[in-house]
């Protein structure tokens, strides 16, 4: 019976191994000897249902656990029929891959063993007494490999360790900024001391915690499409605004009266920066997931979170154990520690948001993407752009000459005569149309702006057209001597005609090279379905036809 049971597992992972790409088909096939004394059962042939449906076909990403087949297996074996002897051992033609672990099946003519190929999974404490060093080698690669599996998820991109590495940074100072404030608040309303009335601090406690969950709805509601287009940027700066409340916090000893006013405007800041936090938390896990494993990546990130967020409690606590026999230090040990752990927690932050490469399309990415396209030829990775792009905290997009930005006419802006007439021009089969506009009532290069005004019903194709269209556009007021657009103003002919054959060319091109960008996005990578745009840029015109 156990020779039969042997040999059916036999077939089952015949029928399971994923072959090597190397090794050729007709050797991963097993077939066991005869000296081995198993005897072949007869299977009976499963009928097979006629059904309409197609075979399954399951996805490499399905499997947790990887094979590899070897062709070294079945020359060995072959060798053994030949001279009709059988070795002490004999390995599988597969090795089995598991959690950082590679472990191969071995034939020891009784049974088949799981062995370990990298000596992670054989770590045993005997190992130390036969052979210390090796034993000290192994005990580190058990230990890594255990850490690993709980902290970091299966597959993510290759940047994930580097974000974890800034994060950790990040959590364990926080936290501990978090501790001392919340002393420091206890403190403000007498926690602890007989001359402090319990319900008046109850009450001003739920007072603070009640208002700052209501600015924390406001914000939501009032920055919801930011979450999406400038994540980087508005992440750092709830960051900062995060790591300010903590200073507000720990004044409340020195301005016990105000305690209600300072711990309101420290919650009211801290509501703002977890509902920004919450918002973008997935898109961040996203960047991550390689294999589509969200639901994987945001589980370890809550384990991360627990776990640095208790090294920063221990923190806090040995240095409140650290100071306890001095009162006096006690007490300034919170304005001490508060300008080091807060520059330490934004550093990390900043440095963590720079290993954090979207993949998602918004308006001043893509304006990246066929500004370099169009330099260049070629379409930069998430990660250049990344770079490029950095956290946008300190980034001023109207340095540049000759802006673009996507929205609709602003009224208080003067709009050039040649615009008016591709105005008068569009027709019901025009998705967008651009035109420029007067940043500061001057019509030279540096005083004017393109605008890229969008259609109801635009589609994805026909905003990453207009936005093509707009570069080159740029690009060719550059070449050409267009210093003296003023004379637009006084309906110059020359000036209008020279608009009219560049608004032309750039169409032209956009349309022609529109097919091409798009191939080149998918290629490096860009989720090219949407392209998130805020609120001001959401704005729509409609078409009357007369």
Not at 501 to 530: H, I, P, Q, V, Y
Request: net charge positive; charged share 20%; glycine share 4%.
């Amino acid at each position: 019976m156990n020779h039969l049971l042997n040999h059916t597992m036999f077939i089952l992972m015949e029928a399971t191994i994923q072959i090597h790409p190397n090794s050729r088909p007709h050797h991963c096939k097993w077939n066991p000897p005869h000296s081995l004394n198993m005897p072949s059962p007869k299977i009976p042939k499963p009928t097979i249902p006629k059904t309409s449906l197609k075979s399954l076909i399951l996805p490499k990403t399905s499997l947790t656990t990887s094979f590899s087949c070897s062709h070294d297996f079945h020359e060995n074996f072959h060798s053994c029929r030949l001279n009709d002897e059988v070795p002490e051992t004999l390995d599988f033609p597969f090795v089995v891959r598991h959690s950082g672990t590679v472990s191969r099946y071995v034939w020891d003519r009784r049974e088949q063993k799981l062995v370990s190929v990298n000596g992670i999974n054989g770590f045993r404490f005997w190992d130390f007494f036969i052979d210390y060093e090796d034993g000290v080698r192994k005990l580190g690669r058990f230990c890594w490999s255990a850490v690993r599996n709980f902290f970091l998820p299966r597959e993510v991109s290759e940047n994930y360790l580097e974000y974890v590495k800034w994060k950790f940074l990040h959590r364990v100072f926080s936290s501990a900024l978090q501790v001392l404030a919340t002393q420091a608040m206890f403190r403000a309303i007498g926690f602890g001391y007989s001359r402090s009335l319990p319900s008046a601090a109850a009450l001003n406690w739920v007072l603070k915690d009640g208002l700052g969950r209501l600015s924390r709805c406001i914000y939501t509601a009032s920055l919801a499409s930011a979450f999406d287009t400038n994540l980087k940027r508005v992440r750092f700066t709830t960051s900062v605004l995060f790591s300010l409340s903590i200073g507000v916090e720990l004044l409340t000893p020195i301005f016990p009266d105000n305690f209600l006013l300072l711990a309101t405007m420290a919650n009211i800041a801290k509501q703002i920066s977890l509902a920004c936090h919450l918002a973008t938390g997935s898109a961040v896990h996203r960047s991550f997931a390689s294999s589509d494993n969200l639901g994987e990546v945001s589980a370890k990130s809550q384990i991360q979170t627990v776990c640095f967020d208790n090294i920063g409690l221990l923190l806090a606590a040995a240095l409140n154990i650290t100071f306890k026999n001095n009162k006096r230090l006690l007490a300034a040990l919170p304005f001490v520690a508060y300008p080091i752990f807060s520059t330490v927690d934004l550093f990390g932050i900043y440095q963590g948001l720079k290993h954090v490469h979207l993949q998602t399309l918004t308006k001043d990415r893509l304006e990246l993407i066929i500004k370099t396209w169009i330099e260049l030829g070629d379409v930069p990775s998430p990660a250049q752009v990344s770079k490029m792009e950095g956290v946008g905290f300190f980034r001023n997009s109207g340095m540049e000459m000759l802006p673009i930005r996507i929205g609709c006419l602003n009224l208080k802006r003067i709009i050039p005569r040649l615009s008016i007439k591709t105005m008068r021009s569009l027709s019901n089969d025009d998705f967008y149309f651009i035109y420029l506009e007067s940043l500061n009532h001057g019509f030279r290069l540096r005083d004017l702006g393109i605008v890229v005004c969008l259609r109801e019903g635009a589609a994805t194709s026909d905003v990453i057209m207009g936005l093509l269209q707009a570069c080159y556009i740029r690009k060719g007021l550059h070449v050409v001597d267009w210093e003296n657009v003023s004379e637009a103003c006084d309906s110059s002919n020359s000036v209008i005609e020279k608009w009219s054959t560049l608004m032309e060319e750039s169409k032209k091109s956009s349309r022609n090279n529109l097919d091409l960008l798009n191939e080149n996005m998918l290629g490096a990578g860009w989720a090219c379905r949407n392209v998130l745009l805020s609120t001001q840029e959401q704005a729509r015109y409609s078409f009357v036809t007369d």
